[in-house]
């Protein structure tokens, strides 16, 4: 239960951290700030189902997600031209400019938190334990 209680709390810590972090800077929330990212993960063909496999939420939750990033003006939504039941989602102008204004103040923030330690390291091994938890294969 250590590691439970220490990984849940320090997760817990980070996001507020970084929520707070986000907000002095004016930036989107973190939560906001990870649908971008998936979003821009797999470019133009992404689907709600892609961003909800990649942030390991529900297809509900996605698509709330993906629905405020929309009406925020920082991804669109257009036609799947090969599914009509399903639409694809990019990023406009304005959502690649505050992905790269998020990311650019969660870096700083990780980089002042974590500078000396292994954290390349630890995250591999998270990643490695998350694949064996879920049955999925570790992102490159």
């Known amino acids: 239960m250590r590691f439970f ?10 996001w ?11 930036a989107v929330t973190p939560a906001d700030l ?5 979003i821009a993960a797999y470019g133009r063909g992404t689907r709600v189902n892609d961003v909800s496999r990649i942030l390991g939420i529900t297809i ?3 698509s709330k997600l993906v629905d405020r990033l929309e009406r ?4 669109r939504r257009t036609a799947n ?3 009509g039941r399903s639409s694809l989602l990019e990023l406009t102008r304005d959502g690649y400019a505050r992905l790269a204004d998020g990311d650019a103040v969660v870096r700083a923030l990780l980089d002042a938190h974590l500078s000396g330690t ?3 390291e630890l995250a591999e091994r998270l990643e490695r334990l998350r ?6 294969a570790v992102a490159a």
């Open 34 to 38: 990870g649908g971008l990212r998936a």
């Open 60 to 62: 509900g939750a996605a």
């Open 118 to 120: 292994e954290a390349d």
């Open 16 to 26: 507020a951290a970084a929520e707070r972090a986000l907000r002095d800077a004016g």
């Open 81 to 83: 031209p090969e599914d």
């Open 5 to 14: 209680d220490a990984v849940v709390r320090y997760e817990t810590e980070l």
């Open 72 to 75: 925020a003006g920082l991804a």
């Open 131 to 136: 694949s064996r938890l879920t049955g999925t």
